[in-house]
């Protein structure tokens, strides 16, 4: 089944169609979040839209691999990313439903049902190419250090993405979860790379 699954993966069809599907996410995102960039300073732009950026730099990844090409730092920056804020969303969202004072099936629109699906695709599409990224440890260590200064800056600057009202009281639980996911994801990675490149080196000695 996982090989069935790993050979449509890469199938040109599959590819464009996924391709298509993240570019439109991409600019819904970007749309989305309009009113919060238009009051952000032009400084701090870049580190405000934290899942339309992941799933922009997916998009460019998804293109090569059309192509028939690889590009280690976007490979890292895309997977890395795309994991952490899809899981982040989906929590953030069911969070603050659950903070809500009115029922949950109440406090949610259809707008973000709508993102849980859409972000937990993002997380899904992550993992799912991770046989066929070819980042190193090097790549993880630089985008690492990206993640985690975005982190840094959203909560001590306090330009992370607008939360429920419920949410924007307990700032630092918000913030301290985002560390926790952001050091997770860097942990996944950084396993399934490790393996990745095991298995490549036993893959060459046995077929030298």
Known sequence: ??????????????????FIVNFLGTIYGFYWYKNQL??????????????????????????????GRHHKWLEAFAAITLFK????????????GILDPRP???????????????HLGMSVQALLYIPFYRFTNREIVGVSIWTLLNDFLDYTINIHPWLTAQLEQIPQVVGSFTLFLSLITITIFTITTRFQQQREVEQNLLHP
């Open 1 to 18: 089944m996982f090989l069935f699954i790993k050979k449509i993966l890469m199938q040109r069809w599959f590819l464009i169609t996924l």
């Open 38 to 67: 238009a009051v952000t300073p032009p400084q701090w732009l870049i580190f405000v839209p934290d899942s339309p950026t992941a799933s922009a730099f997916f998009t460019v990844v998804l293109w090569l691999f059309i192509m």
């Open 85 to 96: 804020y899809g899981i982040w969303a989906v929590v953030m969202i069911i969070w603050g």
């Open 104 to 118: 949950f099936t109440d406090a949610l629109v259809w707008e973000q049902y709508m993102l849980i699906v859409s």
